[in-house]
């Protein structure tokens, strides 16, 4: 098992990236056979190599997606 963690600027963008009961990261953490966890500031996903590596990039650019001021959608994710 691989854990990466990525940092979290704000606790807005964390809300928005789980989204309503958990949605979004639910549905990522199904995609990419994922598990992601908050802690604070911190998201940890935890996974195979492979899986944490693509998982990770994607929350990357869902989170400069909320950076740019979009809000996040069942499509955009």
Not at 17 to 32: A, M
Not at 43 to 64: N, Q
Not at 68 to 77: A, P, R, Y
Request: glycine share 10%; aromatic share 6%.
């Amino acid at each position: 098992m691989f854990e990466q963690t990525i940092s979290v600027d704000r606790l807005e963008q964390a809300v928005s990236l789980f989204g309503s009961f958990d949605q979004h990261i639910k549905t990522l953490e199904k995609e990419f056979s994922v598990s992601v966890i908050n802690r604070g500031s911190e998201l940890k996903v935890s996974g195979e190599v492979e899986d944490v590596g693509l998982a990770v990039r994607v929350i990357g650019g869902l989170l400069t997606l909320l950076n740019k001021g979009e809000h996040l959608t069942d499509q955009s994710v």
